[in-house]
């Protein structure tokens, strides 16, 4: 059972478009929200994070929307360059220190 | 600062075969995660230890076993090693509810 549920599972956006990515969750104990992103080879690195105390939170490109109500929470990266083609995870944690992640997305930024 | 370190970095076994993924971090963190990524399933975590002498079943523990040797290592050992099991294998840590850091990742290959 897929405690976080994210789509798409793969994504083509043009240089300099929005990118959006989106993230579900069930359970209500959840407390803090991580997106990572991976590039090939290597290990998932934090991009940025959300508590569910605030609804929005950004840094510089990239930036986090939360809908407690909804248990959704999406990820927008802002002015999409090639370099920020990689793949791309949501994750939640709360309670006992478990962190789980979704399925992941594969951003791929064309010229 | 090495961050945390995952050894070996690639391995084929044969079927039965067992062996042991090593992680150890040089944070000081208390948590540490084992996560299997595959095409499609995102990163499934394992097993996870919340702190030192305590570990806990993650979403995929059946055929495998770990151990957290103290707070800096925590390894994770196939004892007969199948061919569903090929993958790649991350280790993280991080402190409370922060930044989880992971390793390299060991790709793991059963035939």
């Known amino acids: 059972q897929q405690q976080v549920k994210q789509s798409p599972q793969s994504l083509i956006v043009q240089k300099g478009g929005i990118s959006i990515i989106n993230c579900a969750y069930e359970?209500?104990?959840?407390?803090?929200f991580p997106w990572y992103q991976q590039f090939p080879g290597k290990g998932p690195a934090l991009l940025i994070a959300?508590?569910?105390?605030?609804s929005e939170k950004k840094e510089g490109r990239f930036t986090i929307s939360f809908n407690k109500s909804a248990k959704q929470f999406s990820l927008h990266i802002m002015d999409s360059q090639p370099g920020d083609s990689a793949t791309y995870f949501c994750a939640a944690s709360g309670g006992g220190n478990k962190l789980t992640f979704g399925t992941g997305t594969q951003l791929k930024v064309e010229l | 600062n090495a961050g945390v370190t995952q050894t070996p970095k690639f391995q084929v076994l044969k079927t039965g075969q067992s062996m042991t993924l090593q992680c150890a971090q040089d944070?000081?963190?208390?948590?540490m995660y084992w996560y299997r990524q595959d095409p499609g399933m995102g990163l499934r975590l394992i097993y996870y230890s919340a702190s030192e002498g305590t570990t806990d079943k993650g979403e995929v523990p059946n055929g495998y076993n770990v151990s957290r040797l103290n707070k800096r290592e925590f390894s994770l050992r196939l004892e007969s090693a199948a061919p569903s099991q090929t993958s790649v294998y991350f280790c993280a840590s991080r402190q409370g509810v922060t930044e989880a850091f992971f390793g390299q990742g060991t790709r793991l290959t059963v035939v």
């Open positions: 944070m000081n963190h208390n948590s």
């Open positions: 959300i508590r569910p105390d605030v």
């Open positions: 359970n209500t104990a959840f407390d803090y």
